[in-house]
T-cell receptor
Framework: GAVVSQHPSWVICKSGTSVKIECRSL??????MFWYRQFPKQSLMLMAT?????????EQGVEKDKFLINHASLTLSTLTVTSAHPEDSSFYIC????????????FGPGTRLLVL | KNEVEQSPQNLTAQEGEFITINCSYS?????LHWLQQHPGGGIVSLFM???GKKKHGRLIATINIQEKHSSLHITASHPRDSAVYIC???????????FGTGTSLTVIP
């Protein structure tokens, strides 16, 4: 089946550091990828929709200058948390649309970010 | 109001028990996913449903589109089934999933 990978799985960084998270579709091309954030004991919240070759669409309340998204190829989207602060500590998850119907999305395993 | 409601929120079962987790939603959908999230966070998609019933090993997922309801069943539960199970629906309009808050399952040996 289709697989989506994320790298890194874990990242611990100092406050003020920028952190890049990669999301790759391993055996299919994804024109659309989605980035989610999950706080402890809460459900996933959509942050932005990443479209290959165009600007990402951010959800209300998500700062686009804080969370930079680049979808430079059909198999890779990156989320960069700029000048991370402790309140950015969270679990970040991506999903990719395989194009075989909108419901055919595959989820990455997630990246846990801890900002000290 | 959340578009997706799951019940129960927490569930503790003895090993071997039959488990049911329910998901109700309020919008017309084109697809529903059941996701499993183990401690440590990794998410695995168990099923994608648009109608009927699917079975994979000890897991069974059903959906009733008219009643806007889906169930996830686990037969002969095992401690390794302990995880959070999340229902996610894709509305007919748009491409954004709505997620339930999850059901935390603990299976005791």
């Amino acid at each position: 089946g289709a697989v989506v990978s994320q790298h890194p799985s874990w990242v611990i960084c100092k406050s003020g550091t920028s952190v890049k998270i990669e999301c790759r579709s391993l055996d299919f091309q994804a024109t659309t990828m989605f980035w989610y954030r999950q706080f402890p004991k809460q459900s996933l919240m959509l942050m932005a929709t990443s479209n290959e070759g165009s600007k990402a669409t951010y959800e209300q309340g998500v700062e686009k200058d804080k969370f930079l998204i680049n979808h430079a190829s059909l198999t890779l989207s990156t989320l960069t948390v700029t000048s991370a602060h402790p309140e950015d500590s969270s679990f970040y998850i991506c999903s990719a649309n395989s194009g075989r119907g909108l419901g055919t999305q595959y989820f990455g395993p997630g990246t846990r970010l801890l900002v000290l | 109001k959340n578009e997706v409601e799951q019940s129960p929120q927490n569930l503790t079962a003895q090993e071997g028990e039959f488990i049911t987790i329910n998901c109700s939603y309020s919008v017309g959908i084109s697809a529903l996913h059941w996701l499993q999230q183990h401690p440590g966070g990794g998410i695995v998609s168990l099923f994608m449903l648009s109608s009927g019933k699917k079975k994979h090993g000890r897991l069974i997922a059903t959906i009733n589109i008219q009643e806007k309801h889906s169930s996830l069943h686990i037969t002969a539960s095992h401690p390794r089934d302990s995880a959070v199970y999340i229902c996610a629906v894709l509305p007919n309009t748009g491409n954004q999933f709505y997620f339930g808050t999850g059901t935390s399952l603990t299976v005791i040996p």
